[in-house]
């Protein structure tokens, strides 16, 4: 069946929905066939209305209607898929863009599946037939199907070039051997290819080395720019929540300020209001003597005249109104200028300090990490002299050698009590911080050694699994095992290492690009494990003696 027929005949058994072959198809009253799922679906969808249609009539059901399996069209469309299942195969098998076409096929070409070198042309399979069958053609060299076929046949003579010249780096035929390559040094293709090939196979680790170092690289600038955003937004942050505390502060002071000058304002009209109370009371006094004093003067009779004078009461002592001071209003304008001042004094410190700001923000050091060096005398430029600390000390660990060897002891240790000191793991800690970038190595030997970093704030007297040394998220520790074996611990989580077994161990340390890589050093350097994170404190190197000891070097 053709493909054009195969189409012609399954449009009949498509669902009027998914417009697909039928699946699961039923068939609705009014003689329409859907997939099962696609019309549960539709009638899914008119459910809140209650009205069930048929989608492509549109006829309406109150109540929805119990689906039943169409029988016949399911055995109809199992044949129809298994009939173009049968058909699909052959048409993949033309060529199309891309592929390299038949060169015997006529009319529409299948797929060629080889390419002949001696007969420069390209079979389908049917037409691969006779290189099979026939002895002569038997011996003709077959290849993968090549649509640069042209390209390996010699242009001035036609033949396929199966040499190589060295002195000109170029590949020729032959006969080209004997015109313009006479005397120059060739040798067979597959002779330069096989030399070709160990330098491709030599060339390659270099260059996945290469790869494996810039996606090194790639996350250290990912970790950069991570690191930059979150100092960038703890900075506006904190700087926002310092402005927001200056401006309550100017608003407390603000309301002070008006509290101060509403209190004193009310105190003095308060003291102005009586004041003004009192001489209004001597002024009616003052107009009851004068009315008084007037009667008395109109009096005819000497003797009533001088028996109501004498009888007058005395004035009572009030505040004399030709006493009060005037002055011009200026009660509360020092207050203003008082505030004034403050704001101009605000102003010009948030001028110095905007400079002050401005430089800061501009010179934060954004600069990119170096990468890690590539030889142990590039590591030991960052090395650094580091001291364990005996504050630190397990009681069942001992300092010697300056205070940088430790060994796990089986007596009880005389060491006094300290807040610092770890009484559940045999560990202890530096003296000496490492941030920035910072090269140390260790010399151990025993049975279980722990070389760690760890925050200085790390739990001392909890138990082992809160205080261990990668058993927490304030530590990691590579345990090296007396059988050569390596794991490394974080937060509780192990990873089991990989590597030559050494006794030494190089630590290299770069704080602000939050990478720490272990080494095992003997001959040569080799990365044991390499951790990158974000490092939000100084660190301090941490040994973890089971049993055996571990040493600082001097390097």
Same mark, same amino acid.
């Given at each position: ?126 037409? #691969? ?163 008084? #004093? ?29 006493? #009060? ?189 939050? #990478? ?40």
């Amino acid at each position: 069946m053709s493909q054009a027929a195969t189409q012609l005949d399954s449009e009949p058994f498509s669902c009027f929905l998914c417009l697909d072959l039928l699946k699961d198809p039923v068939t609705t009253s009014c003689g329409h066939n859907y997939c099962r799922k696609c019309l549960q679906h539709h009638w899914d969808a008119e459910e809140e209305r209650r009205v069930y249609s048929c989608p492509q009539c549109k006829r309406t059901f109150t109540a929805r209607p119990v689906l039943e399996r169409n029988t016949l069209l399911t055995a109809l469309v199992e044949t129809l898929q298994k009939t173009a299942l049968k058909a699909a195969p052959a048409d993949h098998c033309y060529a199309g863009a891309g592929d390299e076409a038949c060169d015997v096929c006529t009319g529409r070409k299948l797929k060629a599946v080889k390419s002949c070198l001696d007969c420069r042309a390209s079979y389908c399979d049917s037409h #691969l037939q006779p290189h099979r069958d026939v002895p002569p053609l038997q011996r003709h060299k077959l290849v993968e199907p090549n649509q640069q076929l042209q390209e390996i046949i010699c242009p001035r003579h036609d033949e396929v070039m199966k040499i190589f010249c060295r002195t000109d780096q170029k590949i020729i035929c032959y006969l080209c051997t004997m015109d313009d390559h006479q005397g120059h040094h060739t040798v067979t293709a597959a002779a330069e290819r096989s030399e070709r090939q160990r330098e491709l196979e030599d060339t390659r680790p270099k260059i996945q080395q290469k790869i494996q170092r810039t996606e090194d690289d790639l996350k250290v600038l990912q970790m950069e720019v991570e690191s930059i955003d979150r100092s960038a937004d703890k900075a506006v942050k904190d700087s926002e929540d310092v402005f927001t505390q200056m401006i309550h502060l100017l608003e407390k002071r603000q309301s002070e300020v008006q509290q101060q000058v509403r209190s004193t304002q009310g105190a003095a009209v308060s003291r102005v209001k009586e004041l003004q109370k009192k001489l209004e009371q001597e002024m009616m006094e003052l107009k009851r003597r004068d009315d008084e #004093l007037e009667n008395i003067s109109n009096t005819l009779d000497h003797s009533q005249f001088l028996h109501s004078f004498s009888s007058l009461p005395e004035l009572s002592q009030s505040p004399n109104s030709s006493s #009060l001071e005037i002055r011009p209003l200026r009660y509360f304008e020092d207050v203003a200028a008082a505030v004034t001042k403050l704001r101009d004094e605000i102003q010009h410190v948030l001028m110095e300090t905007e400079t002050n700001i401005s430089l800061t923000v501009r010179n934060v050091d954004v600069l990119l990490p170096e990468p890690e060096p590539r030889s142990r005398e590039g590591f030991l430029r960052y090395s650094h002299q580091i001291t364990l600390d005996p504050n630190t000390v397990n009681k069942y660990l001992l300092l010697s050698e300056e205070n940088r060897k430790v060994t796990r002891m089986e007596e009880v240790q005389s060491n006094c009590d300290h807040p610092d000191r770890f009484t559940s793991c045999n560990q202890v800690l530096s003296r000496e911080s490492v941030t920035g970038r910072c090269y140390w190595e260790v010399e151990w030997s025993g049975f279980e050694i722990g070389v760690a970093v760890a925050y200085r704030n790390i739990s001392r007297a909890e138990t082992a699994s809160k205080s261990g040394f990668g058993f927490n998220d304030k530590s990691w520790s590579l345990d090296c095992y007396s059988g050569g074996e390596y794991r490394f611990y974080h937060n509780k989580v192990m990873t089991v290492v990989s590597g030559p077994s050494s006794s030494r161990v190089g630590v290299h340390l770069d704080h602000r690009a939050g #990478l720490l890589s272990f080494y095992s050093v003997s001959g040569t350097m080799e990365l044991l494990h390499r951790v990158q994170t974000c490092f939000t404190q100084p660190l301090h190197v941490g040994f973890h003696v089971e049993r055996g000891s571990a040493e600082l070097m001097k390097v």
